[in-house]
């Protein structure tokens, strides 16, 4: 699967953004793709994920109620829609997919290492 992410920016605290991840050589309904972001000196966070299948959705405590993980089966694209943008949002954001068949374990989905494709980081910048 390759991946290609966009949409990161320069915003101000309470903005909105939206990231959108173009995904080849698979089709998104058929695997667990995820956002994660890492801040500039801290390790990669989990953001966001959906299962393939039925879409179910799962989010990071910090972005609960703030951000929406989406996916266009059509255009075989990934999104993550970003309100209330906050200074500690900053980060390179970036989204993964599972290249295996085998669904990831519910508890086991805000793990990077159960994603073995990622694409490069678009970096969202709030300021305050």
């Known amino acids: 699967v390759q991946l290609q992410a966009s949409g990161g920016g320069l915003v101000q605290a309470g903005d909105s953004l939206r990231l959108s991840c173009t995904a080849s050589g698979r089709a998104l309904s058929t695997t667990d793709m995820a956002w994660f972001r890492q801040a500039p000196g801290k390790g990669r966070e989990f953001v966001a994920a959906i299962r393939s299948g039925g879409g179910s959705t799962y989010y990071g405590d910090s972005v609960k109620g703030r951000f929406t993980i989406s996916r266009d089966i059509p255009s075989n694209t990934l999104y993550l829609q970003m309100h209330g943008l906050k200074p500690e949002d900053t980060a390179s954001y970036y989204c993964?997919?599972?290249?295996?068949?085998?669904?990831?374990?519910?508890?086991?989905?805000?793990?990077?290492?159960?994603?073995?494709?990622w694409g490069q980081g678009t970096l969202v910048t709030v300021s305050s």
């Open positions: 993964a997919a599972r290249s295996s068949y085998n669904r990831i374990i519910s508890s086991a989905v805000g793990r990077p290492d159960m994603y073995d494709n």
